[in-house]
């Protein structure tokens, strides 16, 4: 067990929807780190928050957005939905701002389905 | 310039024998080298990582081997098991930037 908590493991939408992934970072982390993972493409990075700023921002579409709360869970919202928005949703925290100062603790992802 | 290039996409290794992996880079700012195991329905998680002052890096049956001249890095897992059957991933990150990874490698030890 990482100690990084995502909700829903598993959602099942239509195209056009909206839906809103979250994550509860390990005690202590600062930073939360949301990647996409899909069967060709592997882990894509979408964004970083840490310490509620946001900190770095990867391939992340525009429907897509994210925030990081006074608490440090994070919520990641994806809006108008596409079939190919289907993919595993991975976040990860760390305690240190960067990603090349430690170990990037993962979650066991939110599987999303466009229908 | 931001890519991490990784091969082979899939991997068949004997019980016993050696499973290498290998990982390209362009970026020659970076200079923290991991390698992520995911294991199915869970989320990657550290194996080992190399920073660029040293050539190789040996954790029991992992070893990392880093030729900086050519910006690749590869493992290696000695002795395979059917319990390493999993997918790799190799990443990149320069300073405090975010972690780039490598499309993934399955890799699948049959006894």
């Known amino acids: 067990d990482s100690g990084v908590t995502q909700t829903p493991k598993h959602l099942i939408t239509a195209t056009g929807q909206r839906v809103t992934l979250r994550c509860s970072p390990r005690s202590g982390d600062l930073s939360v780190y949301w990647y996409q993972q899909s069967l060709d493409q592997g882990l894509q990075f979408l964004i970083q928050?840490?310490?509620?700023?946001?900190?770095a921002k990867g391939n992340i579409l525009e429907r897509f957005s994210a925030q990081q709360f006074p608490d440090l869970h994070s919520e990641l919202n994806l809006s108008s939905l596409e079939l190919g928005d289907s993919a595993l949703y991975f976040c990860?925290?760390?305690?240190?701002?960067?990603?090349?100062?430690?170990?990037?603790?993962f979650g066991e992802g939110s599987r999303l389905t466009v229908l | 310039q931001q890519q991490v290039k990784q091969s082979p996409q899939s991997l068949i290794v004997q019980k016993g024998g050696i499973s290498i992996i290998n990982c390209a880079y362009e970026n020659t700012a970076f200079d923290y080298f991991p390698w992520y195991q995911q294991f199915p329905g869970k989320g990657p998680a550290l194996l080992i990582a190399i920073r660029p002052d040293v050539s190789e890096k040996k954790e029991g049956r992992f070893t990392i081997s880093f030729n900086k001249s050519a910006k690749q890095f590869s493992l290696h897992i000695m002795d395979s098991q059917p319990g390493d059957s999993a997918t790799y991933f190799c990443a990149a990150s320069m300073h405090t930037d975010k972690l780039i990874f490598g499309t993934g490698t399955r890799l699948q030890v049959f006894p």
């Open positions: 990860a925290s760390s305690v240190e701002p960067g990603g090349n100062t430690g170990e990037l603790f």
């Open positions: 928050y840490y310490n509620g700023e946001e900190r």
